[in-house]
Antibody, heavy 121, light 110 residues
């Protein structure tokens, strides 16, 4: 059974930092591109970041560029998101999602349950 | 304001067929694949449709997807109360170099 388990969320003051982790099991992690997606309370889904299986290519949403850093450790089957200079508008449930392809069409096949980040003074 | 445009709400009675639209542009839907995700209350999103019209194992054939030009559509036939959820379309955007989602459609089964 595939499992993605996020951790590291919590309450932080504006300007603070947090490091999220996504531990995976049951999938060949080193072969998967991975993503972070967030959902503000009562709002829709917002893509945050993408990293290729080897970590060589990384993309970020404009809203987090320069403040967030995605990384991975294939030996530990884990994905990370370092979040700096946090803002109130970063408050959200953060999901990690694995990305796979079918005939060069890509999609998110597995999602974690999310970890809640609250930025407030 | 989401890059992909969905109606905020849709509704139908049990047994009916409903459609949810998703409008994009030539940098996303017009260029590449569209996927649909279902999010039941209090749960993580789940893949519903990939590559416009493909259903993952376990998704009933009551759910179907299509794409034409820069728009896509999700159809749900034989509506059940358990289909009450939020539905999101998603596509890769070549101009933004990132995934974009629709704002989500809340489906209510009356």
């Amino acid at each position: 059974e595939v499992q993605l388990v996020e951790s590291g969320g919590g309450l932080v003051q504006p300007g603070g930092s947090l490091r999220l982790s996504c531990a995976t099991s049951g999938l060949n992690f080193s072969s998967y591109e991975m993503n972070w997606v967030r959902q503000a309370p009562g709002k829709g889904l917002e893509w945050v970041s993408y990293i290729t299986s080897d970590g060589a290519t990384i993309y970020y949403a404009d809203s987090v560029k320069g403040r967030f850093t995605v990384s991975r450790d294939n030996a530990k089957n884990s994905l990370y998101l370092q979040m700096n200079s946090l803002r109130v508008e970063d408050t959200a449930l953060y999901f990690c999602a694995s990305e796979t392809d079918w005939n060069d069409d890509y999609y998110f096949d597995y999602w974690g349950q999310g970890t809640l980040v609250t930025v407030s003074s | 304001q989401s890059v992909l445009t969905q109606p905020p709400s849709a509704s139908g009675t049990p047994g009916q067929r409903v459609h949810i639209s998703c409008s994009g542009s030539n940098s996303n839907i017009g260029r590449t694949t569209v996927n649909w995700y279902q999010q039941l209350p209090g749960t993580a999103p789940k893949l519903l449709i990939y590559s416009q019209d493909q259903r993952p194992s376990g998704v009933p054939d009551r759910f179907s997807g299509s794409k034409s030009g820069t728009s896509a559509s999700l159809a749900i036939s034989g509506l059940l109360s358990e289909d009450e959820a939020f539905y999101y379309c998603a596509s890769w955007d070549d101009s933004l170099n990132g995934w974009v989602f629709g704002g989500g459609t809340k489906l209510t089964v009356l």
